[in-house]
């Protein structure tokens, strides 16, 4: 089965030329051009892939995250033409697993759909090779069930925010350089840009610890990378 991916962007020639490079290879596109559309397609259709524009008529695209955040978590991809810093993290925190700046690269966006759906696929994989269940003093992670829990609550996660805990887990008391991890969960994609492995740290902390600047699991060894308490 191909998969499917859902286009969101309020200009009909972005989507059509989208749908066309998409299409060409071997991916089925469904397409909307404001987010109530996107919503309704989201939750009946249940795509691999949102592909999302944040300057819709009807919305904001942060809040078609927020809300899609609350029932699924499909990868999504950010196009906008909102480059500043302080956008790009609001939708990475919001929710966004990835986020490219117009005018972009058909090229980089096929090379970032291909990492995901790749991703997608070890994950089946692995799910049905091995699972584990991590014990780290209050915290739990089932990788047979993805689901995570802290002092018996259970935490929702983003899909990379799963991938980056699952990979510090697996490598309990190891310090992982921003590198290897990029290069583990990103594909590389995005090596000369750590801000979305901050983003994703930083989400991770808050949504872990009780006072995020005083991290219980998760160590950050400066200029360096990241580790997860072996203590």
Same mark, same amino acid.
């Given at each position: 089965?191909?998969?499917?991916?859902? %286009?969101?962007?309020?200009?009909?020639?972005?989507?059509?030329?989208?749908?066309?490079? *998409?299409?060409?290879? @071997?991916?089925?596109?469904?397409? !909307?051009?404001?987010?109530?559309? !996107?919503?309704?397609? !989201?939750?009946?259709?249940?795509?691999?892939?949102?592909?999302?524009?944040?300057?819709?008529?009807?919305?904001?695209?942060?809040?078609?995250?927020?809300?899609?955040?609350?029932?699924?978590?499909?990868? %999504? *991809? %950010?196009?906008?033409?909102?480059?500043?810093?302080?956008?790009?993290?609001?939708?990475?925190? !919001?929710?966004?697993?990835?986020? +490219?700046?117009?005018?972009?690269?058909?090229?980089?966006?096929?090379?970032?759909?291909?990492?995901? +759906?790749?991703?997608?696929?070890?994950?089946?994989?692995?799910?049905?090779?091995?699972?584990? *269940?991590?014990?780290?003093?209050?915290? %739990?992670?089932?990788?047979?069930?993805?689901?995570?829990?802290?002092?018996?609550?259970?935490?929702?996660?983003?899909?990379?925010?799963?991938?980056?805990?699952?990979?510090?887990?697996?490598?309990?008391?190891?310090?992982?350089?921003?590198?290897?991890?990029?290069?583990?969960?990103?594909? @590389?994609?995005?090596?000369?840009?750590?801000?979305?492995?901050?983003?994703?740290?930083?989400?991770?902390?808050?949504?872990?610890?009780?006072?995020?600047?005083?991290?219980?699991? *998760?160590?950050?060894?400066?200029?360096? @990378?990241?580790? +997860?308490?072996?203590?």
């Amino acid at each position: 089965m191909k998969p499917l991916i859902l %286009i969101v962007d309020d200009e009909n020639s972005i989507r059509s030329f989208l749908q066309v490079s *998409i299409e060409t290879q @071997g991916y089925k596109c469904i397409d !909307a051009a404001n987010g109530a559309n !996107a919503l309704m397609l !989201a939750i009946s259709h249940n795509p691999d892939i949102l592909i999302l524009d944040l300057g819709l008529p009807d919305m904001d695209g942060l809040e078609v995250i927020k809300k899609l955040r609350k029932i699924s978590q499909m990868p %999504i *991809i %950010i196009i906008s033409a909102r480059g500043h810093d302080r956008e790009k993290v609001e939708a990475l925190d !919001a929710g966004a697993d990835d986020y +490219l700046t117009k005018p972009f690269s058909v090229t980089e966006l096929l090379a970032r759909i291909r990492v995901i +759906l790749r991703h997608k696929s070890n994950d089946n994989v692995s799910s049905e090779a091995e699972t584990f *269940i991590y014990k780290i003093k209050d915290l %739990i992670i089932d990788t047979d069930k993805h689901r995570i829990w802290n002092y018996n609550e259970e935490i929702r996660l983003t899909p990379y925010e799963y991938k980056v805990l699952v990979l510090l887990a697996k490598n309990q008391g190891k310090v992982l350089t921003h590198r290897y991890i990029i290069e583990n969960i990103w594909g @590389g994609i995005v090596t000369e840009d750590t801000q979305a492995l901050r983003v994703c740290m930083g989400n991770l902390r808050r949504k872990l610890s009780e006072d995020p600047s005083q991290p219980k699991y *998760i160590i950050t060894e400066i200029g360096v @990378g990241y580790r +997860l308490t072996d203590e």
